[in-house]
């Protein structure tokens, strides 16, 4: 797939997340949970500030999931994707640029919202480092196993739940590494590294096996 294809279809996608709500949603979600925490656990700020950081991992975890329905089953519906394949545009590549945008549609916006979370829960300035440098390596992977689990559940009845089913498992070495480099810093960070590239890689032949076996 040539380098012109590619941000074009990166484009498309972006625009159907911006105009679709799934940008909006995700970060209203994220947010809602920083809000509704500290009224769940007290007050207390010591222990806001130490359980912060995974609370923020588990909420952008639960965002990622929120769009999977809508990043290949409308296309596969709609016949987009066997076009595609018909003019030869290679599936993992279109996977590939589907995992790029929604990456760019949700990690960034996502990455701002951590800093009003990090306020709400008492953060402070060397955890909110950690936190947003761990957003940038882990939400790759978490866009990864978002694609490659809309793929396998595409078409599928009750595929929400099924998504769900299928990516919350895969997505807890994301949430302890995450997690943990909050505290423990750069060994954490290093694995959540390899479990991103890790995800990255398979996620692209994976979602393109699905859906080639949803055309037939």
């Given at each position: 797939?040539?380098?012109?294809?590619?941000?074009a279809l990166v484009?498309?996608?972006?625009?159907?997340?911006?105009?679709?709500?799934?940008?909006?949603?995700?970060?209203?979600?994220?947010?809602?949970?920083?809000?509704?925490?500290?009224?769940?656990?007290?007050?207390?700020?010591?222990?806001?500030?130490?359980?912060g950081g995974g609370?923020?991992?588990?909420?952008?975890?639960?965002?990622?999931?929120?769009?999977?329905?809508?990043?290949?089953?409308?296309?596969?519906?709609?016949?987009?994707?066997?076009?595609?394949?018909?003019?030869?545009?290679?599936?993992?590549?279109?996977?590939?640029?589907?995992?790029?945008?929604?990456?760019?549609?949700?990690?960034?916006?996502?990455?701002?919202?951590?800093?009003?979370?990090?306020?709400?829960?008492?953060?402070?300035?060397?955890?909110?480092?950690?936190?947003?440098?761990?957003?940038?390596?882990?939400?790759?992977?978490?866009?990864?196993?978002?694609?490659?689990?809309?793929?396998?559940?595409?078409?599928?009845?009750?595929?929400?739940?099924?998504?769900?089913?299928?990516?919350?498992?895969?997505?807890?070495?994301?949430?302890?590494?995450?997690?943990?480099?909050?505290?423990?810093?750069?060994?954490?960070?290093?694995?959540?590294?390899?479990?991103?590239?890790?995800?990255?890689?398979?996620?692209?032949?994976?979602?393109?096996?699905?859906?080639?076996?949803?055309?037939?």
């Amino acid at each position: 797939m040539s380098g012109v294809g590619a941000r074009a279809l990166v484009a498309r996608e972006l625009r159907r997340a911006w105009t679709g709500g799934g940008l909006v949603t995700p970060v209203v979600f994220f947010l809602l949970v920083a809000v509704l925490f500290p009224f769940a656990v007290g007050p207390d700020a010591r222990l806001l500030a130490r359980v912060g950081g995974g609370v923020i991992w588990a909420a952008a975890l639960l965002a990622a999931l929120l769009p999977v329905e809508r990043l290949v089953g409308p296309d596969l519906e709609a016949g987009v994707l066997d076009q595609l394949a018909v003019r030869g545009v290679p599936l993992p590549g279109v996977m590939l640029a589907k995992i790029a945008a929604h990456w760019l549609g949700f990690a960034p916006a996502l990455m701002l919202a951590a800093v009003i979370a990090a306020g709400l829960l008492g953060l402070s300035v060397e955890t909110l480092v950690r936190v947003e440098a761990g957003l940038v390596i882990g939400t790759a992977g978490l866009a990864a196993l978002a694609v490659a689990t809309g793929a396998l559940t595409a078409g599928l009845r009750g595929a929400g739940a099924l998504a769900g089913l299928l990516m919350l498992p895969l997505a807890v070495p994301l949430l302890i590494f995450g997690a943990g480099a909050v505290t423990d810093g750069t060994g954490a960070l290093k694995l959540l590294a390899a479990v991103s590239l890790l995800y990255l890689a398979g996620a692209p032949p994976v979602a393109a096996a699905a859906v080639r076996a949803g055309m037939d």
